[in-house]
């Protein structure tokens, strides 16, 4: 298997025989054998020409843009191999079917909820009356009748959750509310680009089944966005994405100097970028025994068997059972 590959610096990525190059501004050369890339990352201003994407797409290569301020932009998104029309029609199915689709939405936000109120009971005694209020919206979430009802639960939880993320962090980080557009303090910046981070994780791991990433169930499908990413989002963003952000703040991982904040906007810098992605790559690589399997495997490699799990609600008609951390 490849592994993720970053490029933070300006330059050129180019090919020449079997192997492709970044080259810099100032011409150093760095090779980058094709064999270990599975995903890569652009976070530079970065030339390329046809003949470098014409190479990565015999390796089912993904490129992420993302722009000056960690940003995703969008995706080179090579002709898929795994391709399967019965899975296309089925998983269309279940969205076309209001009762499945509601049924599918709801299954992503009560995984959600049960690991937001898996991050906040490990700091019960300080934060039980934001446990309450999400234990609250949860139900009302799983009565709900319409993917509106479900959305407007999942949202009032999640206002909760973040509202308790001031009782247990780093005092010298403090968000007053959540704000996406732009993000105006670091740990807003901080969960911007974790979230941006893990779209383009799931991106990545549906990209390798044969579900199509257009169509989902609790996010509209519409155009310019691969809607599904963000459904399978909710499941690991509290997972996965909000406790590295506790990490990194709390043992002082990042600090206030890896950020930039300009024109009202909070982002993290070069700097910050850099650890922060290590810290998310070595949760993805953390592994953890899987009950069913009855083997160790890895955060990721839960991401794309979530994926696997709606294939098969789609296509054998098995209910489709949301990953609930056990551990």
């Known amino acids: 298997m490849g592994r993720e590959y970053y490029v933070f610096n300006n330059g050129q990525l180019r090919r020449k025989e079997n192997t492709i190059y970044f080259i810099d501004c100032e011409n150093n050369k760095k090779a980058i054998p094709i064999e270990e890339i599975e995903h890569l990352h652009l976070f530079g201003e970065i030339d390329l020409n046809t003949k470098f994407l014409n190479y990565i797409s ?9 722009n000056y301020y960690g940003f995703y932009s969008g995706t080179y998104y090579s002709k898929k191999k795994n391709v399967s029309g019965l899975v296309l029609v089925n998983q269309s199915r279940l969205y076309l079917d209001n009762s499945l689709r509601v049924k599918m939405a709801k299954s992503f936000i009560d995984s959600a909820n049960h690991h937001m109120l898996r991050n906040l009971r490990r700091h019960k005694d300080k934060t039980a009356k934001y446990i309450t209020i999400i234990e609250n919206e949860r139900k ?9 009802e479900v959305m407007g639960a999942e949202g009032r939880a999640r206002n909760a959750y973040y509202a ?9 980080f403090h968000m007053d509310k959540r704000q996406k557009r732009p993000p105006q303090d670091p740990i807003n910046a901080l ?13 990545g791991e549906i990209y390798k089944t044969q ?12 155009t310019k966005r691969f809607s599904l990413s963000l459904d399978i989002s909710e499941i690991f963003k509290p ?20 950020f930039n904040i300009n024109n009202e906007m909070c982002y993290l810098n070069e700097n910050g970028k850099k650890k922060f992605i290590r810290e998310l790559e070595n949760k993805l690589s953390t592994t953890v025994k899987h009950r069913i399997l009855n083997r160790s495997v890895s955060y990721r490699t ?16 098995e209910p489709y059972k949301p990953l609930k951390a056990w551990w």
């Open 58 to 66: 015999k390796y089912s290569i993904l490129i992420n843009v993302y």
């Open 140 to 148: 009302i979430m799983n009565s709900a009748a319409t993917i509106q």
């Open 164 to 172: 308790a993320f001031n009782k247990f962090i780093d005092q010298d």
């Open 191 to 203: 969960i911007s680009f974790g979230n941006t981070m893990m779209y383009t994780t799931v991106l």
């Open 211 to 222: 579900l199509d990433p257009t169509i989902s169930y609790l996010h509209e499908p519409s």
């Open 239 to 258: 997972l996965i994405v909000d406790s590295v952000i506790f990490s990194v703040i709390n043992k002082k991982i990042i600090r206030t100097s890896d």
């Open 302 to 317: 839960l991401i794309k068997l979530e994926c696997y799990k709606i294939i098969k609600a789609a296509v054998e008609n």
